[in-house]
């Protein structure tokens, strides 16, 4: 097995040897293929989606896997020829560089490595790609595991729209997986869990391959006294539904004062029902498999037989899990510390800011935070005393929609950025070029050096 990687990544990595700077053009036309691989084939995608999730509404995998990464494209598309030009630097003014010229040019890293996860199978492999085909390299894909039908239809249609020297597939378990990540690329990106991050930056560490980690964990939710409880709730309930909540952006928990959460609760019974009413069965996602639901089962059972409150909503759509709300469960209720990545929203009442920060910086830190509220104060305080890899007011997941806005993670919640101008960068090799000046001062620079220095430091 592995030897059939090895060999892919030979035809991509000889590919590369022989166009080492892809013409504008070029990356226009790969990502042109992108684009059309996308629409061309868009019910294909979405029964492929319905048929791994055993239920996903074609509305939902239409918006959040086709039309969001064909968005992304059109953006690559439309800024590639700036992203591409060299950024002059400003030589500093010293005698010895008067004269000289200096910028910073993007040249392409080589073959990067695509580990991709099951819950946005299309979009999370595709927009990584598109950053990484925009910046001149080969890519190589390892699709999830969990997701057969929709890898396998990533792997032929591939295929179809590249060649094996530009883009390659590689499906399989956790086995190919593991072997894929130990391959000698030239920059792995890895979307997935935090326990196999590890794994995979040890393996990385062989060869020294730079990697961009993006991970998930718990995106806490700050509901400010000022907060507009309709509004929260409502964008709080969609954070929970859509894809069944299986989003590393989801909101994981929520912070409210005690005395305004029946109030809360209310609210989100009746965003609940609107979003039910409105959705009937078709419009839903279902928890992706058997291992899921039972992972979620235990953690809300666990919860509640250590004496948390728990709400479980009813409602028509066919996601084989209905929201529930669990409310101050224990602390040695392992749902405070696991991600929960599904349709269960946990809920703790701590109402001082502080407290919430506080609360907040005691676990590693969030992919993103979410502030409801009105105060521009209080989120400014938010910004400064906590770290999370995004920052959002009065919205939830939407931050994603935004080409022009980095993604990613820090510490706990992963490294490096992409997206838009950020993934061209991410993936490419930013060179320092300095183009010496025509006067010859290099007396200035024969010994003894005493003499100079004085000079370039003062
Ligand atoms: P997963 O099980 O689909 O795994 C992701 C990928 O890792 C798969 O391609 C799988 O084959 C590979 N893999 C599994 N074991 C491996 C190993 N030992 N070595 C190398 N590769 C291995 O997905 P998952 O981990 O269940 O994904 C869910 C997690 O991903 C959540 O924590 C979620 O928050 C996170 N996530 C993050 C983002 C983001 O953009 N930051 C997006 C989606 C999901």
């Not at 020297?165 to 000698?184: H, N, R, T, Y």
């Not at 029946?262 to 965003?271: D, I, M, P, R, V």
């Not at 996602?285 to 992972?295: F, S």
């Not at 400064?384 to 993670?409: H, M, R, W």
């Amino acid at each position: 097995m592995s030897i059939h990687l090895e060999r892919q990544l030979d035809t991509l990595r000889s590919a590369y040897q022989l166009e080492r700077f892809p013409s504008l053009a070029i990356r226009l036309d790969r990502l042109g293929r992108v684009k059309a691989m996308l629409s061309e084939n868009e019910t294909a995608w979405c029964e492929a989606l319905s048929h791994d999730f055993g239920y996903r509404s074609v509305d939902q995998s239409s918006f959040a896997d086709i039309t969001t990464t064909i968005k992304s494209v059109n953006h690559a598309l439309k800024n590639l020829k700036f992203w591409m030009k060299a950024e002059r630097r400003t030589p500093d003014l010293s005698l010895r560089m008067s004269g000289a010229k200096t910028y910073v040019e993007a040249f392409p890293k080589g073959v990067v490595g695509i580990v991709s996860p099951w819950n946005f199978p299309i979009n999370l492999a595709l927009s990584p790609l598109v950053s990484v085909l925009a910046a001149g390299n080969r890519a190589f894909i390892k699709p999830s595991e969990a997701t057969p039908a929709t890898s396998a239809l990533l792997e032929s249609l591939i295929a179809k729209y590249f060649s094996e020297g530009e883009v390659s597939v590689a499906c399989g378990d956790v086995d190919v997986a593991q072997a894929f990540v130990k391959l000698p690329f030239d920059h792995i990106i890895y979307t997935g869990g935090e326990t196999v991050a590890r794994h995979i930056m040890r393996d990385a560490a062989d060869h020294l391959v730079p990697l961009t980690l993006e991970l998930g964990g718990k995106s806490p939710v700050i509901v400010s006294n000022s907060a507009d409880l309709t509004l929260t709730a409502k964008r709080v309930a969609f954070g929970k539904y859509f894809n069944a909540g299986q989003i590393c952006i989801a909101p994981d928990y929520l912070l409210i004062a005690p005395d305004r959460l029946e109030s809360f609760l209310a609210e989100l019974k009746t965003a609940v029902e609107i979003i039910d009413s409105s959705q009937g069965s078709a419009d839903s996602v279902a928890v992706v498999n058997d291992r899921h639901r039972q992972r979620l089962d235990n953690l809300v059972s666990e919860a509640e037989s250590q004496g948390g409150r728990i709400i479980r909503f009813s409602g028509t759509n066919k996601s084989a899990y209905q929201l529930s709300v669990l409310i101050d469960p224990s602390d040695d209720a392992g749902i405070n510390c696991a991600e929960i990545f599904g349709p269960v929203l946990l809920i703790k009442t701590i109402g001082d800011l502080s407290e919430q920060i506080t609360y907040i910086n005691k676990s590693s830190h969030p992919l993103v935070i979410y502030y409801f509220g009105r105060s521009e104060a209080e989120f400014r305080r938010v910004a400064c005393e906590t770290s999370s890899g995004g920052l959002v007011k009065n919205d939830v997941i939407f931050q994603y929609a935004n080409d022009d806005l980095p993604f990613g993670g820090v510490g706990g919640s992963g490294m490096g950025k992409y997206r838009g101008e950020y993934g061209f960068k991410e993936f490419s090799n930013n060179r320092a070029v300095y183009k010496s000046g025509f006067i010859d001062v290099s007396g200035f620079v024969t010994p003894p050096y005493s003499g100079m220095f004085r000079m370039v430091n003062k």
